[in-house]
């Protein structure tokens, strides 16, 4: 059973500080990886998907990572904003009913002025 | 457009109440999934439908709990009699289908519903 682990639970930066955030699973057979960010109340935003086959994938000021020999996506943050204070979560397909995704807790990330 | 749609935002009953939860996926999407998260179990797979058919239900907690898609503009999730237990926020999300474009299986989420059991 794919279980998917997020480290730290929480992190606060002060502003203009680069971050990384942790994700890892446990089984490497996986379709896919997606980043959301779900805001206090809100549903998720998708942010990034990266396919099994790639190594990162870049938005603006968001760069994800994959290793999937090693289980391990992490999620590079440049130039902190107080408006990337949020909750992140990541997600994984696993190639066994790739429709399905199973979540991380989430890393509660808080960026102070 | 106007994203996943869902109702009733906010909804409090009473144990052993009927409570029924509404979805209205993006249009043109052909995929429906039905999410719980709670602070203990974070984000749980219920249930997910392609084309309107239950694909896979393996999440749905007990039979206390059913959804429907009688059409491709809208589902529900009906838990029936509702528990104190059955207390977290229900999240639908929709994606244009399955196969192997990553857009495909893109995941979109509506805003959820609170649901509280007294």
């Known amino acids: 059973k794919q279980e998917v682990t997020q480290i730290p639970a929480a992190l606060s930066v002060p502003e203009g500080e680069n971050l990384v955030l942790n994700c890892s699973f446990t089984?490497?057979?996986?379709?896919?990886l997606q980043w959301f960010r779900q805001d206090p109340g809100k549903g998720l935003t998708s942010l990034l998907l990266i396919q099994s086959s790639q190594r990162e994938q870049t938005s603006g000021r968001l760069n994800a990572s994959l290793d999937k020999s090693s289980g391990r996506s992490t999620l590079y943050i440049a130039a902190s904003q107080p408006g990337d204070s949020a909750t992140y979560l990541c997600?994984?397909?696993?190639?066994?009913?790739?429709?399905?995704?199973?979540f991380g807790q989430g890393t509660r990330l808080t960026i102070n002025p | 457009d106007a994203g996943v749609i869902q109702s009733p935002r906010h909804e409090v009953t009473e144990m052993g109440q009927e409570v029924t939860l509404r979805c209205k996926p993006i249009s043109g999407h052909n995929s429906l999934f039905w999410y719980r998260q709670t602070m203990m179990r974070g984000l749980e797979l219920l249930i997910y439908?392609?084309?309107?058919?239950?694909?896979?239900d393996s999440g749905m907690p007990e039979d206390r709990f059913s959804a429907k898609m009688p059409n491709a503009s809208f589902s529900t999730l009906k838990i029936q009699p509702s528990e104190p237990r059955d207390s977290a926020v229900y999240f639908c999300?929709?994606?244009?289908?399955?196969?192997?474009?990553?857009?495909?299986?893109?995941?979109?989420f509506g805003p959820g519903t609170r649901l509280t059991v007294l």
């Open positions: 089984d490497s057979a996986i379709y896919n």
């Open positions: 999300a929709s994606s244009l289908g399955w196969g192997g474009r990553a857009d495909y299986n893109e995941q979109f």
């Open positions: 997600a994984v397909r696993g190639i066994q009913g790739a429709q399905k995704l199973v």
């Open positions: 439908f392609n084309n309107n058919v239950p694909i896979d």
